[in-house]
């Protein structure tokens, strides 16, 4: 008997620690993304010269690694390890973020807002179309200067 209730007890962890990974399973931006420039806009700009995101489930829910060059050719790779739960989680790879929060909503789009010493400096709402093709994602920042920045990234799946 003690070897089957061993059993239950090793099947009920494997179910509840593999539970963010499956929700993570879901997300339809699971895989590796390029940003259109053509397609995307920025305001006010300058857009980035490339932008490169990788979704990959993760034990905790979703590992997420950005690979940016900027407009002035600075390269930085951004990392985060974070479940859809809308609590914070360590990014690292930033100067202007500390942490990251991640809600997905009822209409399939997911929320990231990210903070910097527990202050809002940007978010994100983004969808993938029904095609699985196109991810589009809404942007909004207060830039170095204090101007509001509305972009509109669109990113095609590699």
Do not use: C
Not at 19 to 46: E, H, I, Q
Not at 71 to 76: C, D, F, I, Q, R
Not at 104 to 121: F, L, T
């Amino acid at each position: 008997m003690p070897s089957l209730r061993l059993a239950f007890v090793a099947l009920l962890a494997s179910v509840l620690l593999a539970a963010p990974a499956l929700a993570a399973g879901n997300d339809p931006a699971m895989g590796t993304w390029v940003l259109n420039l053509s397609k995307s806009r920025f305001d006010p700009g300058p857009p980035p010269k490339s932008l490169m995101v990788r979704f990959q489930p993760d034990p905790k829910g979703v590992k997420n690694t950005t690979e940016l060059v900027d407009a002035e050719g600075k390269s930085s790779t951004i990392v985060y390890t974070a479940a859809y739960d809308g609590k914070e989680y360590p990014v690292t790879g930033s100067a202007s973020v500390d942490t990251v929060l991640l809600r997905k909503h009822d209409n399939g789009k997911v929320e990231r807002v990210d903070r910097k010493a527990g202050v809002v400096v940007q978010s994100f709402l983004r969808s993938v179309s029904e095609d699985g093709r196109t991810m589009t994602v809404t942007h909004k920042a207060k830039g170095a200067n204090g101007a509001l920045q509305h972009n509109r990234l669109v990113f095609d799946r590699r």
